[in-house]
């Protein structure tokens, strides 16, 4: 049954714990092609500078968390192919480039695990975010978003929840009335966009008005509707879009023909059709499953650079 507006205020003691439990668990523990519309990005200039204000909203209505982890893979193959989609792993479910990655880490040679990198799935995290400054667009402005962002940006909501040093308080940034807004501050920094100035502001209300604020709440994005289910592609479904784009299982010019329209090259993929979100590079780990779960928080950079190289 979905959860009433006041009893949202009443509970948030209880949605703080609730989501600081989670952040702790995650802590410590195929791409979606979504309607663009719903989505926000933070434009910069030509130097590569930009700014934002941004108010990070509570769970919709009727969900529990106000934050989803989606993991995808994006990569060419040797064909001259990609392959771009939601990994499996979001929903607990076994992934066929994260049982290849495996593999291929697991065989001691160099080149094999070169390999598991260039192929490893990629966190991001969407929120429902409401627009208080956009200076490129201010269209946006009092309207709300998707917002899909990387793990600068996620480290920053969870240091405000945990504070590092004592004296300070505790915020939930997700919250109506006591969290605050956030403000983007984008750099370039080696070719990469770079949010280490990004800063949350002092603790205050969105707004005064609660029926505003309920309006807004009513306005919010399904979180969970993005990692459904119905969003992934069956495991051999994405089996043989990958011996495809590996160049494996060519032996039906036919087959090979269909795909080429659904893969497409380096030189016809529409990378604008990516989605996007906060660039930065990308960490390499040592073990086979971390070796596929490094954050690059611009999947648009990202693919760019390959098709470029």
């Given at each position: 049954?979905?959860?009433?507006?006041?009893?949202?205020?009443?509970?948030?003691?209880?949605?703080?714990?609730?989501?600081?439990?989670?952040?702790s668990s995650m802590a410590n523990s195929g791409?979606?092609?979504?309607?663009?519309?719903?989505?926000?990005?933070?434009?910069?200039?030509?130097?590569?500078?930009?700014?934002?204000?941004?108010?990070?909203?509570?769970?919709?209505?009727?969900?529990?968390?106000?934050?989803?982890?989606?993991?995808?893979?994006?990569?060419?193959?040797?064909?001259?192919?990609?392959?771009?989609?939601?990994?499996?792993?979001?929903?607990?479910?076994?992934?066929?480039?994260?049982?290849?990655?495996?593999?291929?880490?697991?065989?001691?040679?160099?080149?094999?695990?070169?390999?598991?990198?260039?192929?490893?799935?990629?966190?991001?995290?969407?929120?429902?975010?409401?627009?208080?400054?956009?200076?490129?667009?201010?269209?946006?402005?009092?309207?709300?978003?998707?917002?899909?962002?990387?793990?600068?940006?996620?480290?920053?909501?969870?240091?405000?929840?945990?504070?590092?040093?004592?004296?300070?308080?505790a915020v939930n940034p997700f919250d109506f009335?006591?969290?605050?807004?956030?403000?983007?501050?984008?750099?370039?920094?080696?070719?990469?966009?770079?949010?280490?100035?990004?800063?949350?502001?002092?603790?205050?209300?969105?707004?005064?008005?609660?029926?505003?604020?309920?309006?807004?709440?009513?306005?919010?994005?399904?979180?969970?509707?993005?990692?459904?289910?119905?969003?992934?592609?069956?495991?051999?479904?994405?089996?043989?879009?990958?011996?495809?784009?590996?160049?494996?299982?060519?032996?039906?010019?036919?087959?090979?023909?269909?795909?080429?329209?659904?893969?497409?090259?380096?030189?016809?993929?529409?990378?604008?059709?990516?989605?996007?979100?906060?660039?930065?590079?990308?960490?390499?780990?040592?073990?086979?499953?971390?070796?596929?779960?490094?954050?690059?928080?611009?999947?648009?950079?990202f693919f760019q650079s390959l098709a470029n190289?």
């Open positions: 049954m979905a959860s009433s507006f006041s009893s949202l205020k009443k509970s948030r003691t209880n949605a703080f714990d609730k989501l600081n439990k989670q952040l791409y979606s092609n979504p309607d663009e519309d719903k989505y926000w990005q933070p434009k910069v200039d030509a130097s590569g500078n930009g700014m934002a204000i941004i108010r990070f909203l509570p769970a919709p209505n009727g969900e529990d968390m106000p934050f989803i982890r989606l993991w995808t893979h994006g990569f060419q193959g040797p064909s001259g192919k990609w392959y771009i989609e939601n990994c499996r792993s979001t929903i607990n479910e076994d992934d066929p480039v994260n049982d290849l990655n495996n593999t291929l880490w697991n065989s001691g040679v160099e080149a094999d695990k070169e390999i598991a990198r260039k192929q490893k799935r990629r966190l991001s995290y969407i929120s429902n975010i409401y627009v208080v400054r956009d200076p490129s667009n201010p269209d946006n402005e009092g309207k709300v978003f998707l917002y899909k962002y990387g793990k600068k940006i996620f480290d920053k909501l969870n240091d405000a929840m945990n504070p590092e040093f004592e004296g300070e308080v009335w006591e969290g605050a807004n956030f403000r983007l501050k984008i750099r370039k920094v080696e070719g990469y966009r770079n949010y280490d100035k990004s800063e949350f502001d002092s603790p205050e209300a969105l707004l005064d008005d609660d029926d505003k604020l309920e309006e807004i709440w009513k306005q919010q994005h399904s979180l969970q509707e993005i990692i459904d289910p119905k969003n992934f592609k069956p495991y051999d479904e994405l089996k043989k879009k990958l011996d495809m784009v590996l160049g494996k299982n060519t032996s039906s010019s036919s087959a090979a023909t269909a795909n080429d329209e659904d893969m497409g090259s380096s030189s016809d993929f529409d990378l604008s059709k990516l989605g996007s979100s906060d660039p930065e590079p990308e960490i390499n780990s040592s073990s086979s499953e971390d070796s596929g779960s490094g954050e690059v928080d611009d999947d648009i950079a190289s």
